[in-house]
């Protein structure tokens, strides 16, 4: 309201951060105001006043750290699948977030604890977690719930299910223990749990569970993330069965501790690696591969789980061919892509885009750019500056039918709700942006979902090669029915 009414100060802090602040919907009035009250309590006390106008206008605000989005006359238009349901509880941030496909059709699961399979335009309860998982939780954060889940490439006939989820933290044991000082604390726990079932074709799931392995985590901030299996591949290939899972900094960043998500002693930031069906890791659930690239290092506190790291929210990542893409969502100014090189440093968090940072200090101060990363670090191979968008929705290589998008990397911003692709035989073209057409009409993803912040996520059903947009306000699947040029 204050942007729209022009008031200058609000118009300034738009600029500089380049989106409207969320609602917060997840917390209660009372929190509310003890929150406000304790900013207050501590600006007095520390004798602190608020950054002048002239002060906010002379930083970053009008810095560009990544090139244009560009136009194209790329069209799709799409159709509306399924609506799924939402219940009295669900928050205003909570909805629909991944897609997988199986043997038996397309599924899609609801941070609150569902996962759906969808028949004939219709959402059929599959799996419900808050039925058989107690310590189950879904606040306060906007990434808290049912993060992510996989079906094993043989689920058809070994009935095995991976989720992810958080739950409230009971001392339960977790393969990072000791990770950080006391007074840091530990606000929550990422598990990954196998169900097993013995009807693979059954609907609902009915099966058993056996804990995989849980992350302590500091705060509720860009936590456990995706979790997917390498598709398309036979059992002669070294990544059949072996399960990867994304998780962020867990907020670390911002608590002036940016060293827990830049170091392979750190699970927090990376990309992990793991044989669920091992016995030789951390805990005896799960297992490290053996050609894993830290799997025989000589020091003991590494953890040899990992895959890639230096990243600060890992949200959604694809393979194209042998190549694995991950979508890592920014902090202040820059989105990206890269491209894993196994045992690869990202830079977060002393890198963002391609310019050097200290989150430390200023998490808003961008150094220069940067023709090589920090210490080695790897650079991202498309960045897209938060002027464009404030999210990245990782999305996937479509090798569909639709001859207008074969080939490329599509994806997507979670807030503005803008539609992206790029080439990936030729990532210096940059970023292009595709158009919506719906009843003949121009229009875009706010208009559709009615909102500005779209909580927007790509899905790609890797069996069908069938493309997806996911929105949670709306809670609704649509699915890109045309693309053509024009």
Not at 279 to 304: C, M, R, S, W
Not at 355 to 376: C, E, I, Q, S, W
Request: glycine share 8%; hydrophobic share 35%.
């Amino acid at each position: 309201a204050f942007i729209d009414a022009k008031e200058p100060r609000a118009i300034a802090l738009f600029e500089k951060y380049k989106s409207e602040m969320p609602a917060f919907a997840q917390l209660k009035k009372n929190e509310l105001e003890a929150l406000v009250s304790y900013i207050e309590e501590r600006s007095n006390a520390l004798n602190t006043s608020p950054l002048s106008l002239s002060e906010i206008q002379s930083s970053d605000a009008h810095r560009r750290f990544a090139p244009p989005v560009k136009p194209s006359n790329l069209y799709i238009e799409l159709e509306d699948v399924v609506n799924i349901p939402r219940t009295s509880e669900h928050l205003d941030d909570k909805g629909i977030t991944t897609v997988r496909s199986a043997f038996h059709g397309l599924f899609i699961n609801d941070q609150m604890g569902q996962i759906y399979w969808i028949n004939n335009k219709k959402a059929e309860l599959y799996f419900d977690l808050r039925k058989v998982t107690p310590d189950f939780i879904f606040f306060p954060s906007i990434g808290a719930g049912l993060g992510s889940f996989a079906f094993h490439p043989d689920f058809e006939n070994n009935g095995l299910l991976y989720i992810t989820h958080n739950e409230k933290y009971a001392g339960k044991p977790a393969i990072n223990e000791n990770d950080w000082p006391d007074s840091v604390g530990t606000e929550h726990q990422w598990v990954i749990e196998e169900w097993k079932t013995n009807n693979p074709n059954g609907i609902p799931f009915v099966g058993t569970r056996r804990e995989v392995l849980r992350i302590n985590t500091p705060t509720f901030g860009h936590s456990g993330q995706d979790l997917k299996f390498h598709p398309n591949i036979d059992k002669s290939h070294p990544d059949y069965g072996i399960l990867f899972y994304g998780h962020g900094d867990g907020g670390t960043a911002n608590l002036g501790l940016p060293q827990y998500s830049h170091h392979i002693r750190s699970v927090l930031g990376s990309i992990l690696r793991i044989d669920p069906q091992g016995t030789n890791g951390v805990l005896p659930t799960y297992g490290i591969p053996k050609d894993n690239p830290f799997a025989e290092h000589e020091d003991p506190k590494v953890q040899k789980e990992i895959y890639a790291y230096g990243f600060r929210n890992p949200y959604r990542f694809c393979w194209n061919d042998e190549d694995l893409y991950v979508a890592d969502i920014g902090e202040s100014d820059v989105e990206e892509l890269n491209v894993i090189i196994p045992g690869g440093d990202y830079g977060w968090a002393t890198q963002e885009g391609i310019y050097g940072k200290d989150v430390a200090k200023d998490k808003t101060l961008m150094f220069d750019r940067m023709d090589k990363g920090v210490n080695n670090s790897i650079l991202p191979v498309i960045t897209y500056d938060h002027t464009d968008g404030n999210a990245i929705s990782g999305g996937s290589v479509y090798e569909g039918d639709l001859a207008a998008l074969k080939g490329k990397y599509f994806f997507g911003d979670i807030v503005k709700g803008r539609l992206f692709y790029t080439d990936p035989n030729n990532f210096d073209q940059g970023v292009f942006e595709v158009n919506i057409i719906r009843d003949g009409e121009p229009t875009n993803m706010q208009e559709l979902v009615g909102i500005k912040r779209t909580h927007l996520r790509i899905g790609y059903d890797e069996i069908g090669h069938d493309l997806y947009i996911l929105t949670k306000p709306d809670n609704t699947l649509r699915k890109v029915a045309k693309a053509y040029f024009k």
